[in-house]
Nanobody, 117 residues
């Protein structure tokens, strides 16, 4: 059974930091590109960041560039998102996504991040 389980969300003050993690199982994690996608209240899905299967290539949405860092550990089947200098507009449910050349696509259940004073 394929599973993607996100963790690490919570309530943080503006300017604070959080580290999200996504634990994968049930598929060959090291063959999949991984992404973080978020959905703010009342809005559509917004791509945040992705990392290629080997971990050597990353990309970020302009809205998070310089503040967020994606990483992965293929030995532990995990992908993480370090989020610094958080802003209220970062408030969203954050989803982990696994993609294999657009042929196979898996999603986690999401973790809530709330940035508020």
């Amino acid at each position: 059974e394929v599973q993607l389980v996100e963790s690490g969300g919570g309530l943080v003050q503006p300017g604070g930091s959080l580290r999200l993690s996504c634990a994968a199982s049930g598929f060959t994690f090291s063959s999949y590109a991984m992404s973080w996608v978020r959905q703010a209240p009342g809005k559509g899905l917004e791509w945040v960041s992705n990392i290629n299967s080997g971990g050597g290539s990353t990309s970020y949405a302009d809205s998070v560039k310089g503040r967020f860092t994606i990483s992965r550990d293929n030995a532990k089947n995990t992908v993480s998102l370090q989020m610094n200098s958080l802003k209220p507009e970062d408030t969203a449910v954050y989803y982990c996504n696994a993609d294999y050349h657009s042929l196979y696509d898996y999603w986690g259940q999401g973790t809530q991040v709330t940035v508020s004073s």
